[in-house]
């Protein structure tokens, strides 16, 4: 059984083992925590799909830890103008494991 959740302005494939990196949660490690937008749910031939979000659906996941991406380099250029911007920035992410999927 897989669905497909959205959190933190993306949407994720996730099935119950899966884990899973998100935009970062306010939640404590080992907590566990709810994903009411299910926008589909579907094992095997048999597959349902929100308008947008399934009505009642939702996928329960345990938060194994937190941290942040690899250092991503940002360069604004214009040629010949003298203009040259640098800078750098890190996402943080939290890691879940998908623990059940109700639809």
Do not use: C, W
Request: charged fraction near 25%; glycine fraction near 10%.
């Amino acid at each position: 059984m897989y669905a497909v959740i959205a959190t933190g302005g993306k949407q994720y494939r996730v099935a119950e083992g899966s884990v899973v990196r998100v935009e970062k949660l306010e939640a404590e490690a080992g907590a566990n925590v709810e994903f009411d937008q299910v926008l589909l749910v579907g094992e095997g031939e048999n597959v349902k799909v929100g308008t947008p979000f399934l009505s009642g659906g939702k996928v329960v996941a345990t938060v194994q830890s937190h941290g942040r991406d690899d250092k991503k380099t940002i360069v604004k250029f214009r040629r010949r103008k003298h203009y040259l911007r640098q800078g750098t920035h890190r996402q943080s992410y939290t890691e879940v494991k998908i623990t059940s999927i109700v639809a």
